[in-house]
């Protein structure tokens, strides 16, 4: 789905966030506008370094979004003129981490952020390879002042001061492997990376990669709830690679302009649990029966299709860049104040009675600000069996998660 205005979406009813949110906050006073435009939308980071030219063809969403979502934001505008040089400057002011930054979905995401004109810091975290990773891409003449970071004794310091955290760090899938079979590696990863975030960063934003998504992020939530800093509004899975196939897969198959398509995709992040919502495409649109079974097995599948054409060479690596770059972006206008950001997100959730879910989320400062509801109460009869299908597995993808920390824990103190 687009990263949009709400007034250019049929969002319906819009759910609270629940009355589990801030538990354990600490709360971090903003420290200010990066005084972003609020019509400044993503990926115009080629013109960070001097100015941004207000043009349509600046977002990731392509060139020129949905000619609504673009009318939906001059009110706003006031006299600013869209249609020629109007020379904005937003100024870098937000610190991102990524940990996993020399992998392959972590050198073209740390690229894609060192774009983004909203960054004033971008922090490499790696095991190995970073330092080369960082002195490369520290040439660009972009804001973001560019420092790797290597090895364990490093993590705390890529962490100080950060706004944002993004964990792509773990083991990719091979031909043949299912996303659970990488949980033995991943979950151990994300476990010892969230702690280190508590520890050094427990205001940030935390965007969370590595796979099983559907399982990492709960590991996540219960490292935080036992670091006592646990902000459900602050813990993201990033599903935008889901919402990002959706679009491109429905505009192909539909002949639709691909700027103007918007699919939100909810559940979570693996096989069955990946739910596109076909019959709330935006434009609208009519997708028959056939044509519903066929996107829905397509973009569920999206994952491995990429595995099996990389023939043990990985997983996705530069289309997931390019979505969570999007997430990024989102995420900082977001704590801009841009009061219009909305994105699919694996959070925690009370849209359903699974406790992680993916939904539209509508994003501000503080974070997930509200669970988009209409996403589960307005579905089509094929949607809503596939929700029931779906829910065990994505349950028992959760409680395996939760398991794992707990068991942690419990062999620790032994
Ligand atoms: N959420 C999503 O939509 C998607 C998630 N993924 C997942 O993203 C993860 C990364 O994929 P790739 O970048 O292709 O893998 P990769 O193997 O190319 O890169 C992973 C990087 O993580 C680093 N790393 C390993 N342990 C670490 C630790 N403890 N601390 C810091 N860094 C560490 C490695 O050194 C390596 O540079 C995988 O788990 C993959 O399944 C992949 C595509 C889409
Ligand atoms: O399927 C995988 O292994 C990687 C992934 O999450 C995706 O491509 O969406």
Same mark, same amino acid.
């Given at each position: 789905m687009a990263?949009?205005?709400?007034?250019?979406?049929?969002?319906?009813?819009?759910?609270?966030?629940?009355s589990q949110i801030g538990l354990g906050t600490k709360a971090k006073p903003f420290h200010g506008s990066c005084s972003t435009p609020k019509l400044f939308m993503g990926f115009s980071g080629l013109k960070?370094?001097?100015?941004?030219n207000c043009e349509r063809n600046t977002s990731f969403l392509g060139n020129g979004r949905n000619a609504k979502v673009w009318e939906s934001f001059k009110p706003k505008l006031g006299r600013v003129d869209l249609s020629t040089k109007s020379q904005l400057h937003p100024q870098a002011c937000f610190k991102v981490a990524v940990l996993g930054a020399?992998?392959?979905?972590?050198?073209?995401?740390?690229?894609?952020?060192?774009?983004?004109?909203?960054v004033s810091a971008l922090h490499l975290y790696d095991i190995a390879n970073v330092k080369g990773v960082a002195a490369d891409l520290s040439h660009c003449n972009t804001p973001a002042q560019v420092l790797g970071f290597t090895g364990e004794s490093e993590l705390a310091n *890529?962490?100080?001061?950060?706004?944002?955290?993004?964990?792509?760090?773990?083991?990719?899938?091979?031909?043949?492997?299912?996303?659970?079979?990488? =949980?033995?590696?991943n979950a151990s990863i994300v476990k010892s990376l969230v702690e280190a975030v508590a520890d050094n960063a427990p205001d940030a934003f935390i965007h969370i990669i590595s796979n099983p998504v559907n399982s990492t992020v709960p590991i996540a939530a219960e490292v935080l709830k036992q670091k006592g800093v646990y902000d459900p509004k602050k813990l993201f899975g990033v599903t935008t690679l889901d919402v990002v196939r959706a679009n491109t897969f429905v505009a192909q198959k539909?002949?639709?302009?691909?700027?103007?398509?918007?699919?939100?995709?909810?559940?979570?992040? *693996?096989?069955?649990?990946?739910?596109?919502?076909?019959?709330?495409?935006?434009?609208l649109v009519l997708i028959n029966n056939k044509e519903t079974e066929e996107l829905t097995a397509r973009i569920q599948n999206a994952?491995?299709?990429?595995?099996?054409?990389?023939?043990?060479?990985?997983?996705?690596?530069?289309?997931?860049?390019?979505?969570?770059?999007?997430?990024?972006?989102? *995420?900082?206008?977001?704590?801009?104040?841009?009061?219009?950001?909305?994105?699919?997100?694996?959070?925690?959730?009370?849209?359903?009675?699974?406790? =992680? =879910?993916? *939904?539209?989320?509508?994003?501000?400062?503080?974070?997930?600000?509200?669970?988009?509801a209409s996403d589960v109460l307005e579905m089509s009869d094929y949607e809503s069996e596939k929700l029931a299908a779906l829910k065990p597995e994505l349950m028992a993808s959760i409680e395996k998660g939760v398991a794992f920390v707990h068991e942690q824990t419990a062999a620790a103190s032994v």
């Amino acid at each position: 789905m687009a990263s949009t205005s709400s007034s250019a979406l049929s969002i319906g009813s819009v759910a609270s966030y629940g009355s589990q949110i801030g538990l354990g906050t600490k709360a971090k006073p903003f420290h200010g506008s990066c005084s972003t435009p609020k019509l400044f939308m993503g990926f115009s980071g080629l013109k960070g370094a001097s100015s941004v030219n207000c043009e349509r063809n600046t977002s990731f969403l392509g060139n020129g979004r949905n000619a609504k979502v673009w009318e939906s934001f001059k009110p706003k505008l006031g006299r600013v003129d869209l249609s020629t040089k109007s020379q904005l400057h937003p100024q870098a002011c937000f610190k991102v981490a990524v940990l996993g930054a020399a992998g392959g979905i972590g050198q073209p995401l740390s690229l894609l952020i060192k774009m983004s004109p909203l960054v004033s810091a971008l922090h490499l975290y790696d095991i190995a390879n970073v330092k080369g990773v960082a002195a490369d891409l520290s040439h660009c003449n972009t804001p973001a002042q560019v420092l790797g970071f290597t090895g364990e004794s490093e993590l705390a310091n *890529s962490l100080k001061g950060v706004d944002l955290v993004v964990i792509p760090a773990g083991i990719p899938r091979k031909p043949g492997m299912t996303g659970d079979d990488l =949980f033995n590696v991943n979950a151990s990863i994300v476990k010892s990376l969230v702690e280190a975030v508590a520890d050094n960063a427990p205001d940030a934003f935390i965007h969370i990669i590595s796979n099983p998504v559907n399982s990492t992020v709960p590991i996540a939530a219960e490292v935080l709830k036992q670091k006592g800093v646990y902000d459900p509004k602050k813990l993201f899975g990033v599903t935008t690679l889901d919402v990002v196939r959706a679009n491109t897969f429905v505009a192909q198959k539909k002949n639709l302009r691909l700027m103007d398509v918007d699919v939100p995709v909810i559940g979570g992040h *693996s096989g069955i649990t990946i739910l596109p919502l076909l019959s709330r495409t935006q434009p609208l649109v009519l997708i028959n029966n056939k044509e519903t079974e066929e996107l829905t097995a397509r973009i569920q599948n999206a994952g491995t299709e990429v595995v099996e054409a990389k023939a043990g060479a990985g997983s996705a690596t530069l289309s997931m860049a390019y979505a969570a770059a999007r997430f990024v972006e989102s *995420s900082l206008r977001a704590l801009d104040g841009d009061g219009d950001v909305y994105e699919c997100a694996y959070v925690q959730s009370d849209l359903t009675e699974i406790p =992680f =879910f993916a *939904s539209r989320v509508k994003i501000g400062r503080k974070g997930v600000q509200a669970l988009m509801a209409s996403d589960v109460l307005e579905m089509s009869d094929y949607e809503s069996e596939k929700l029931a299908a779906l829910k065990p597995e994505l349950m028992a993808s959760i409680e395996k998660g939760v398991a794992f920390v707990h068991e942690q824990t419990a062999a620790a103190s032994v």
